[in-house]
């Protein structure tokens, strides 16, 4: 099980960002998808969810409205839109199967927030 996130970079605030997560080693399409953040310091935090074949979303509450969760069975692919980007989002961004705690986390991508 591998996933290998990307699409991270500097951005202003109001800014967008499109995240891309290729994920391998399992069935995708069988398995719901999370993404998650971890901030300089912080602990890693839940940021949005999206089941199996993309029919139920969850966001965290501090991203709800400005981040989209999709996905792309056939390329194996999670998304993350970013919309409307704050300095508080800056972090690294990671993307993991949901529920599996098991599976090894990616490198992650680096978001920055700044003017």
């Known amino acids: 099980v591998q996933f290998v996130e990307s699409g991270g970079g500097l951005v202003q605030p109001g800014g967008s960002l499109r995240l891309s997560c290729a994920a391998s080693?399992?069935?995708?399409?069988?398995?719901?998808m999370s993404w998650y953040r971890q901030a300089p310091g912080m602990a890693r935090e839940l940021v949005a969810e999206?089941?199996?074949?993309?029919?139920?979303?969850y966001y965290a509450d501090s991203v709800k409205g400005r981040f989209t969760i999709s996905r792309d069975n056939g390329k194996g692919t999670v998304y993350l839109q970013m919309n409307a980007l704050k300095p508080e989002d800056t972090a690294v961004y990671y993307c993991?199967?949901?529920?599996?705690?098991?599976?090894?986390w990616g490198k992650g991508t680096l978001v920055t927030v700044s003017s």
């Open positions: 993991k199967r949901r529920g599996v705690g098991s599976d090894p």
């Open positions: 999206i089941t199996s074949h993309g029919g139920s979303t």
């Open positions: 080693g399992f069935t995708f399409s069988a398995d719901g």
